[in-house]
């Protein structure tokens, strides 16, 4: 048992981590501004554990709550999910990316060096492969800069992490490149809860079958793939959830600083996706083809490889599980956690 610090753990995937992390009998202390989540999931959390958590109302960027919970809390080790996401927002206000992705994780990293814990899990994205790679992507492939202002934040993140390893070998730090994530848990009282305009597909396709948007935009049907739209490799947020548990175990026995893939090893396509989802779920998802999206590319799935070899992690869950549990908390929680 550890006392591990989550940035960011009432957010989506954060959320979900709470569960597996309590779960595994950890003490839970949680730092979230909510600026992105609603303390509700963190209830939810832990009205389905039976367990407690600890929550902190709170910004990374702020070093004294940072401090205090150091103080206060014999932290063992360090989950950080914090952060801006939304690729479109980024391009429109970089500095607030680069303030809340960047400067928080040095902020973050610095308090952490302060009071002498080293062992950090950081989540990183697949965007930050080079472009040219072609799929399956494994943890050799060159890393690119991304175009967009997001990935580009988590690119740096990533590089000044494994530098500040190199420099100190106390440390030992996981890097998770997620793929896309999606689904809920089994109970559909936690999910992703978006706010305004989805940018994701999966939050896109059930708001359309709830009937809060007319219909999907499937952006581009002309690629170079199985039916000409887009192939991403969708992971369950339940199976990404479990990784940070392998990722934690391991860094908590080995140092420095070391890249996995979190993915299934399966890519579907974005037709795929809504035929499927609409068999599971037996809901008519309407659809028309739109322009290519910038900055998207054709193919994108994980080699996940080392993830099984070094984490003992495996998916458990297919696609169709994805899709009837992003259904199953849609449907529970039509407006998400603002019911
Ligand atoms: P999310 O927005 O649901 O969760 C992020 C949480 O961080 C939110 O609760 C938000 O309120 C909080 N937060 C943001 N800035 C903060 C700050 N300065 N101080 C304290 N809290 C802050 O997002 P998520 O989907 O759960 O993603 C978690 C992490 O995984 C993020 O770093 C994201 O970039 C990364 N990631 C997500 C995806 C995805 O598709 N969801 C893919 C790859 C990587
Ligand atoms: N996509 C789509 N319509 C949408 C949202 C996404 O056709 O409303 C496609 C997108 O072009 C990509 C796939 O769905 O091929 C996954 O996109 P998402 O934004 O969920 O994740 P990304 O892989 O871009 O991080």
């Known amino acids: ?128 492969y080079d472009e040219a790679n072609i799929s399956p992507l494994n943890e050799d492939m060159p890393i690119g800069i991304p175009s967009n202002n997001y990935g580009y934040t988590k690119l740096i993140v990533e590089q000044m992490l494994e530098k500040v390893a190199l420099a100190d070998d106390r440390w030992s730090i996981a890097l998770l490149r997620y793929f896309n994530p999606v689904g809920a848990h089994k109970s559909g009282l936690i999910g992703e809860d978006p706010q ?42 339940v199976d990404l959830a479990s990784a940070h548990l392998c990722a934690l175990n391991n860094r908590l026995t080995y140092k420095g600083c070391r890249a996995w893939n979190v993915g299934t090893g399966n890519g579907h396509s974005v037709l795929q996706v809504k035929n499927t989802f609409e068999e599971v ?18 193919i994108s799935y994980s080699d996940n490889s080392r993830a099984r070899e070094e984490l003992g992690w495996e998916a458990k869950y297919g696609l169709n599980d994805m899709l009837a549990d992003s259904w199953n908390w849609q449907k529970k929680n039509p407006k998400g956690y603002r019911d």
């Open 196 to 237: 305004g305009i989805p940018n994701n597909l999966m939050p896109y396709i059930t708001q359309v079958a709830v009937g809060m948007r007319e219909k999907l935009s499937i952006f581009g049907n002309d690629y170079e793939t199985v039916d000409g739209t887009g192939v991403r490799d969708y992971i369950h947020v």
């Open 281 to 298: 779920n037996g809901i008519p998802v309407p659809f028309e083809f739109a322009p290519r999206r910038s900055g998207d590319v054709a």
């Open 1 to 128: 048992m550890a006392n591990i610090l989550i940035t960011g753990g009432a957010g989506y995937i954060g959320s979900h981590t709470c569960i597996e992390l309590l779960e595994a009998n950890h003490k839970v202390i949680v730092l979230d501004n909510l600026s992105n989540s609603s303390e509700e999931s963190l209830r939810r959390v832990q009205q389905l554990t039976r367990k407690t958590l600890t929550f902190i109302e709170g910004d990374i960027r702020n070093s004294d709550d940072l401090n205090a919970i150091f103080t206060n809390h014999a932290i063992d080790a360090v989950i950080h999910f914090a952060g801006l996401k939304a690729v479109g927002e980024s391009q429109k206000i970089p500095l607030a990316y680069f303030d809340n992705n960047i400067s928080g994780s040095i902020t973050l990293v610095k308090a952490m060096e302060k009071a002498e814990v080293f062992t950090l899990v950081f989540s990183s994205s697949a965007t930050v």
